[in-house]
């Protein structure tokens, strides 16, 4: 079993509805990020999160550490989030950048 | 400002080679982390440095794998004795600090026939 596991892995929408891509982990961390990656392979870091909730524009993340899951959440989605979004955790006691795992990704496509 | 870069983009090399790879961080970037991305998956941890010592390298996933950051700028990923096996997309990203976002560079596409 994958330490990080997302669902779902392929997501297809229509313009305009509201998207959650869920991540959960089995492991202590000390972060959780959630990155982008478009075709191509550019990866764009999304947010990074130890408790709580964030938000930047459209995307919010939330993470609750009890449950060792978190969300992306992306309101009046668009064509242009179309895309990979990744859940990464940091399984360092001290910072959050240590040593990375990844999940698989869910890949998102949002028709107009 | 510049971003992350990585040379070369692409890279074909016979089974058996030595290929180097290389990674310019942001300038001031303290933390550089390598990354292995294989087609359909997610990446793979293999080392991150914080200035010039390699502070994890448990990731690499053999002896024919070293990397080095000797002035705590640019890194170099070193493979040894190529196997096709080692075929992937290489990421490289750096970040201010251990606490702060990772900036990702564009990744080098390695091809081993």
């Known amino acids: 079993k994958n330490e990080v596991e997302q669902s779902p892995q392929n997501l297809t929408a229509q313009e305009g509805e509201f998207i959650t891509i869920n991540c959960s982990y089995s492991?202590?961390?000390?972060?959780l990020h959630w990155l982008q990656q478009h075709p191509g392979g550019g990866i764009v870091s999304l947010f990074m999160l130890s408790s709580g909730k964030k938000k930047h524009g459209r995307l919010i993340a939330t993470i609750n550490i009890q449950e060792k899951h978190s969300s992306l959440h992306i309101t009046a989605s668009h064509p242009r989030d179309s895309a990979v979004y990744i859940c990464?955790?940091?399984?360092?006691?001290?910072?959050?950048?240590?040593?990375?795992?990844f999940g698989t990704g869910t890949r998102l496509t949002i028709i107009p | 400002g510049a971003g992350v870069s990585q040379t070369p983009s692409n890279k074909v090399t016979e089974k058996g080679k030595y290929v180097e790879l290389r990674c310019d961080p942001i300038?001031?970037?303290?933390?550089l982390y390598w990354y292995r991305q294989s087609l359909g998956q997610g990446p793979e941890f293999l080392i991150y440095f914080q200035g010039t010592g390699a502070a994890d390298d448990s990731g690499l996933p053999n002896d024919r794998f070293f990397a080095v950051r000797p002035e705590g700028s640019v890194s170099t990923l070193k493979i040894q004795r190529t196997e096709r096996g080692d075929s992937a997309v290489y990421l490289c990203?750096?970040?201010?600090?251990?606490?702060?976002?990772?900036?990702f560079g564009p990744g080098t596409r390695l091809t081993v026939l």
């Open positions: 990203a750096s970040s201010f600090g251990l606490y702060n976002e990772q900036f």
């Open positions: 300038s001031g970037h303290t933390a």
């Open positions: 492991v202590g961390i000390s972060a």
């Open positions: 990464a955790v940091s399984k360092g006691t001290n910072f959050g950048n240590e040593k990375l795992t």
